[in-house]
DNA sequence: AGATTTTATCTACAATGTAGAACAAATATC
DNA sequence: GATATTTGTTCTACATTGTAGATAAAATCT
């Protein structure tokens, strides 16, 4: 693991990329956030964390072919890294293991 | 709920305060830290995310009574308010929901 | 009283969170 | 084939959190 730690946001951008598999785009991920937790959030603030985890090498990115649908523009498609997927096993590692030394937040685990 | 969210750094602060019950106080809080995540901090960040917490209801404090140790200051001692504990399980709950749905982050639940 | 210890408070700056406006690239329609 | 419409991204800016170090305050020891 590197030294750097995933925001709280990021985090959940991250979970919403890992969640969509192939159909991870700003939109949908956007769309994806709401749909998860009720939080309702700017286009713009997604992009621009997809941006910075893209920069930090959590993700990476390409431009997808035009779909049929109806017109607009071409999504930008967003895949986990090994990296990412790395920082989110991390991440959840961490609470886990504080979770379960408080009673009251302590998940029971098989 | 309200409508505000925990930082990561606020939300592993906050856990620490829970973990250590009578004794949360800054410095304690930044060893604990660094003994549960191996993450060293510098006192003033572990301070200052104590003082937002409490601005916004996390947690509560009050100066504690000196020790017989040595000498040195008089602790901070916090505490986890109703309203901290809400949003430590909110936060929870959501993480634990999404990654139910990631086979690779699913936690097996009792 | 002065030295030493423990701890908190203050000040600043960097990184992340958040929003909205502007812009671009598709398709449909006439 | 020009223009309206749709879908989506990129750009710009500012607020909130994350992070550090220096400074100051209270306590005990000698």
Not at 19 to 42: D, H, N, P, V
Not at 46 to 69: C, I, M, Q, W
Request: glycine share 10%; proline share 2%; with cysteine.
């Amino acid at each position: 693991m590197g030294k750097e730690y995933l925001g709280e946001f990021e985090e959940l951008i991250l979970l919403m990329v890992t969640l969509l598999k192939e159909e991870a785009y700003g939109l949908g991920i956007c769309e994806e956030l709401k749909k998860q937790t009720g939080r309702s959030t700017a286009i713009g603030a997604v992009h621009a964390t997809l941006n910075r985890l893209e920069n930090k090498g959590f993700v990476e990115s390409y431009l997808g072919d035009p779909t049929k649908e109806r017109g607009g523009r071409r999504k930008r498609l967003y895949t986990l890294t090994a990296y990412g997927r790395e920082a989110l096993v991390y991440s959840r590692d961490i609470r886990v293991n504080i979770w379960t030394q408080i009673p009251e937040l302590a998940i029971k685990i098989l």
